[in-house]
């Protein structure tokens, strides 16, 4: 869905329902100039940088640099400015009501295997393989039992939804 201001598109990949107060919403932005960003009352946000320099995000009490992998936490209702370091870029967001689910992403390089873990669990892949999933797919994974085997060269972001 392309952005209100006109600075770039976000890709959904799974929310928890339809409604404005969603628990939860996994998404893929793409960032193609500087702007304000969008508010996300009772929400907050966890956005990583998955391709691009990244940005720095300004707000009037706070600053945030959103650069490549860094996982960037920050309440859905502070106004802030997206300000683009060296071009467009993509990020990974994960919106949640703090008051219904906790939610974590955490980054995850080289080979190994991700295993579902308590509350829910998913994984974006930017780069490398995976059996299964290709890079730029995002994944959950449904029990104990469930395993992504990663290739030497993944990037990862692990993702954990638990019920507050």
């Not at 945030?64 to 300000?83: C, H, K, N, Q, S």
């Not at 919106?95 to 998913?122: C, F, H, K, M």
Request: glycine share 12%; with cysteine; aromatic share 8%.
């Amino acid at each position: 869905m392309p952005w209100k201001n006109g600075g770039g598109v976000t890709h959904e990949i799974a929310r928890s329902d339809d409604s404005e107060n969603f628990a939860w919403r996994l998404s893929v932005a793409e960032v193609s100039t500087s702007g304000s960003f969008s508010l996300f009352p009772q929400h907050n946000r966890i956005l990583t940088v998955i391709s691009g320099a990244g940005m720095v995000l300004v707000g009037q009490k706070q600053s945030y640099d959103a650069t490549l992998f860094v996982p960037i936490a920050f309440p859905g209702t502070e106004a802030l400015d997206g300000r683009l370091i060296a071009g467009p870029c993509q990020d990974f967001n994960l919106i949640y009501d703090p008051a219904r689910i906790s939610g974590e992403v955490r980054l995850w390089r080289g080979a190994g295997q991700i295993r579902a873990e308590n509350g829910t669990t998913g994984l974006y892949l930017a780069a490398g393989t995976s059996e299964g999933i290709d890079a730029g797919d995002f994944a959950f994974l449904d029990s104990a039992h469930d395993v992504l085997q990663l290739s030497g060269e993944a990037v990862a972001l692990v993702v954990r939804l638990d019920e507050a």
